[in-house]
């Protein structure tokens, strides 16, 4: 039986609370399954522990966290700590230390889940967004001129480089075919950013070129934004830059049923280094404590990871045991218009998984 060795950082607020559900449907998954377990160490990095020690996480970090096969994330954020310092020191610092490039997140409507968007259903909306995740425009490039002075200015500069880009862009290409996807869309503006964006332009139409079965266009970022509320049919895989990327799934997770169904993978592909999985809401500090989060976007990300090492299958499944949940309506917390807690919902979900297997 091959157990493997995850790494599984809570966070803060609700990341604790909904991390739990996570780890106890991927138990459930092991012990149904039989073939392989899992191995889980936890580690107290994030604001609350940055409070008490000034650090985010360990010095020594990545180094602990390298020898992992995955890392398991909660939430990170605290309203007294700066959100930027929060993102940079952990969040970023693993993407990068990592080399995890790709960010993938599924924009899939989930039968049963709410949708603001009138008349759309879950065939509608349904593809995948390939966010590059290592430089563009958080490589935390740039100056600070003058500061507190009249004349006050500052540089933010993006890093684009010809392998960030062609690799980003190829990925996102392979993942079309590899699952039978026909269109890979990219998400630019090249009309204003004259340089990261027209560079961005003339990598993909070269990389478009070897993959002549794969249905090729690009969309400025606004008229994107708006084809994902209007024409979301019309999208198939997405791949774009950095902070277009972070932008456009927020869009996309509050039109496939909000934040509390959505998942990201940071992926390493090579799998030289550990790939790390999370749920994109933050640490919603103001339901903290009251066990009514909504676990499923948790629960989604151990789908990732699941699927991540080889187990297709079971991120099938576990897509299949959301949709029963929110379409039998019997277990689901108030953010989806139901009386359970977090709890409730992991236990729910690890009776379907029984009951389906």
Known sequence: MKTYQIAVIPGDGIGKEVVAEGVKVLKKIAELDKNFDFNFDYFPWGCEYYL????????DGLEQLRKYDAIYLGAVGFPTVPDHLSLRE???KIRTGFDQYVNLRPVKLLKGAPCPLKGKEPKDIDFVVIRENSEGEYAGLGEWHNKGQSDEFVYQTGKFTRKGVERIIRYAFELAR??????VTSVTKGNALNYSMVFWDQVFHEV???YP???????MVDAA???MVLRPETLDVVVTSNLFGDILTDLGAAIAGGMGLAAGDNLNPEKKYPSMFESIHGSAPDIAGKGIANPIAQIWAAGGLLRHLGYVNWYNKLIESFETLLTEKKVLTPDLGGKCSTSDVGDELCRILERGF
Do not use: F, P
């Not at 590899?178 to 269109?183: D, P």
């Not at 079965?213 to 969309?219: A, F």
């Open 52 to 59: 008490k020690t000034k650090k985010m996480m360990d010095d």
């Open 90 to 92: 952990l969040l970023l």
């Open 178 to 183: 590899r699952e039978g996807r026909h269109k």
């Open 208 to 210: 478009a070129k070897e």
């Open 213 to 219: 079965d794969i249905e090729s266009n690009q969309l």
């Open 225 to 227: 934004s708006m084809t």
